[in-house]
Structure formats: C-alpha cells, structure tokens
T-cell receptor, first 117, second 113 residues
Framework: DTAVSQTPKYLVTQMGNDKSIKCEQNLGHDTMYWYKQDSKKFLKIMFSYNNKELIINETVPNRFSPKSPDKAHLNLHINSLELGDSAVYFC????????????????FGSGTQLSVL | GQQLNQSPQSMFIQEGEDVSMNCTSSSIFNTWLWYKQDPGEGPVLLIALYKAGELTSNGRLTAQFGITRKDSFLNISASIPSDVGIYFCAGQPQFQGAQKLVFGQGTRLTINP
C-alpha cells in the first residue's frame, strides 16, 4: 500500500488553465506539505497543514491555493497557470516526534510533473 | 533565509568505491536529515541526526552531525549500482519549527560498472 499517494503523476496543460493535484496519506500523520522541485532539483517548501490548519505558507503566488478537507488529504489548486510553474510538485507528510522542537521526518509521494506549454 | 551548501554537486565513481558528500550552513541547525531520490520518485529518508557529534549508520551508509552544528556529512562505502541517484541533505534551522526543513541542492551520484 502506498503511504503518500498523489495524482496525477504527469500533468501537461496550456498556459492560463486551472489545474488541481490531489494527495492522500494513509500513515495517520497529522502534518502534510507541498514542496516544489525545480529543474535543478532544488526542493522548496510551499505549504504545510497540521490537522487541516495552515501552519506554513512560504512566499507562493496567490494563484496557488491548498485545501485540506481532512488530515489525510491535502490538495493543491493552481489558477492561471504560467510557464514558470512547470516543475515537479511533491506532497509529503510527517508526524510529531513527541520531542519538543525535534524535526519531523518527511515521507514523500512520488511527485507530479507539471508541464505548462 | 537559511541556506545549505551541499557538495559536491555531482560525482562519477567506479563501482566499489567509497563516496563522501557534505552539507554546510552559516547558521546552526538542530537536525540533519539525509534523503535519496531515485528518478521519477520522491526523496526517501536514509538517516536522521539529532545531536551534535552524533554518528549514525544505516547499512553501508554513515552520517555525522557536525560538532559546530553547522555541517553534516554522508559516507557510502563500497558503492553498488543501486546507489545511483540524487542525495539531499536537509536541516531544521535553530529556532524554527519542527516542520520547517531546508534542503541542500543535492549530490547526483553516477556509478560506472
């Protein structure tokens, strides 16, 4: 069983379109994330939700809107897609370690490769 | 914001050789994590380090949390073809939340059989 699953795997679309990527985790984790990996493989956090509440919102255009209907799901909707949005988007989840301040280990999905033409 | 400098950016080695890569920062980190990414997949956690000076092994992999808390290294001994991939260091900056990880630029490992 896949721990963190995201769909679709590949997404090819025209500039200006609106698209969504879905993510589900069956690990029982409280926290979910969206990361963006650019063409140079650099990974950067976009958003993080803890129990459906937004806790991290990095400098991301308003065209990106995450939605968490429950703690096992975190979807990403992107409006008015631009060429620069082309990248691989990774969903991830983590669970509190129980040790105050200790970093949580991330479990990543297999990514959604978005190509904007 | 905090940045991690990971080196080397790429390595081309012969099967059986040992590999060493490192990550440095100008500021203090509370946690160091090492991930591996295979083509078309997401990063997978290899080793987690939580204390300065900590040395942890996972099979042929060994990683250490630097004494200054500003660096970490990962060693792979006796490399095999399945070690090919991109290795990322990630760290939790001091005074940042447990969910806020910063990633290095990655080290791409290629192995000649």
């Amino acid at each position: 069983d896949t721990a963190v699953s995201q769909t679709p795997k590949y997404l090819v679309t025209q500039m200006g379109n609106d698209k969504s990527i879905k993510c589900e985790q069956n690990l029982g984790h409280d926290t979910m994330y969206w990361y963006k990996q650019d063409s140079k493989k650099f990974l950067k956090i976009m958003f993080s939700y803890n129990n459906k509440e937004l806790i991290i919102n990095e400098t991301v255009p308003n065209r990106f809107s995450p939605k968490s209907p429950d703690k096992a799901h975190l979807n990403l909707h992107i409006n008015s897609l631009e060429l620069g949005d082309s990248a691989v988007y990774f969903c991830a989840s983590s669970q509190a370690t129980g040790v105050r301040g200790r970093s949580e280990k991330l479990f990543f999905g297999s990514g959604t490769q978005l190509s904007v033409l | 914001g905090q940045q991690l400098n990971q080196s080397p950016q790429s390595m081309f080695i012969q099967e059986g050789e040992d590999v060493s890569m490192n990550c440095t920062s100008s500021s203090i980190f509370n946690t160091w994590l090492w991930y591996k990414q295979d083509p078309g997949e997401g990063p997978v956690l290899l080793i987690a380090l939580y204390k300065a000076g900590e040395l942890t092994s996972n099979g042929r992999l060994t990683a250490q949390f630097g004494i200054t808390r500003k660096d970490s290294f990962l060693n792979i001994s006796a490399s095999i073809p399945s070690d090919v991939g991109i290795y990322f260091c990630a760290g939790q900056p001091q005074f940042q939340g447990a969910q806020k990880l910063v990633f290095g630029q990655g080290t791409r490992l290629t192995i000649n059989p």
